[in-house]
Antibody, heavy 121, light 107 residues
Framework: EVQLVESGGGLVQPGGSLRLSCAAS????????MDWVRQAPGKGLEWVGR??????????EYAASVKGRFTISRDDSKNSLFLQMNSLKTEDTAVYYC????????????WGQGTLVTVSS | DIQMTQSPSILSASVGDRVTITCRAS??????LAWYQQKPGKAPNLLIY???SLESGVPSRFSGSGSGTEFTLTISSLQPDDFATYYC?????????FGGGTKVEIK
């Protein structure tokens, strides 16, 4: 059974940093592209970014709203995905989901349960 | 970025109704479109990919159509479990973008 479990969310002050993790199981993690998607309270879905697999040099893509502040990485030896968030703003407050792409295409067939990040003073 | 516009934003319907949700892209995305269902407090669930391909395990009452800039999600006979919010998403180009969502509520 495919499972994605996020952790690391919490309350952080504006300008602060936070690192989210996503533990994957039930599939061959290193074959897949992985993404982060967020959802502000009561709002719609917003794609944050993706990291490709080793075969594609672990290259990354980011939404303009987070580029230069957020960094996605992965550790295939630990079946783990990470999101390092720096210079956080109040508008980054959201539930953050990790999601798996079944192919190189950019849709998502499995999602984690999400972890809440609150940026507030 | 490609903008995705869904309509309506809220849809009131009854069990057994045929329901159609529309998603329009600001430029052509070929068939690179997915549809998701989301229930309150839960992660989204993939229904349709490549505009019309039904994800494994998704009931056949869900169907998708369209290409280019206009797409539809149809529920042929609405069931109690289908009351939820639905999102379209384009994956033709980065940034990947979602529609604003359509909430299907009980009439």
């Amino acid at each position: 059974e495919v499972q994605l479990v996020e952790s690391g969310g919490g309350l952080v002050q504006p300008g602060g940093s936070l690192r989210l993790s996503c533990a994957a199981s039930g599939f061959t993690f290193n074959d897949h592209y992985m993404d982060w998607v967020r959802q502000a309270p009561g709002k719609g879905l917003e794609w944050v970014g993706r990291i490709r697999n080793k075969a594609n040099s672990y290259t990354t893509e980011y939404a303009a709203s987070v580029k230069g502040r957020f960094t996605i990485s992965r550790d295939d030896s630990k079946n783990s995905l990470f999101l390092q968030m720096n210079s956080l703003k109040t508008e980054d407050t959201a539930v953050y989901y990790c999601a798996r792409s079944p192919t190189a295409h950019g849709y998502f067939d499995y999602w984690g349960q999400g972890t809440l990040v609150t940026v507030s003073s | 970025d490609i903008q995705m516009t869904q309509s309506p934003s809220i849809l009131s319907a009854s069990v057994g109704d045929r329901v159609t949700i529309t998603c329009r892209a600001s430029q052509s995305i070929s068939s690179w479109l997915a549809w998701y269902q989301q229930k309150p407090g839960k992660a989204p669930n993939l229904l349709i990919y490549k505009a019309s391909s039904l994800e494994s395990g998704v009931p056949s009452r869900f169907s998708g159509s369209g290409s280019g800039t206009e797409f539809t999600l149809t529920i042929s006979s609405l069931q109690p479990d289908d009351f939820a919010t639905y999102y379209c998403q384009q994956y033709n180009s980065y940034s990947l973008t979602f529609g604003g969502g359509t909430k299907v509520e009980i009439k």
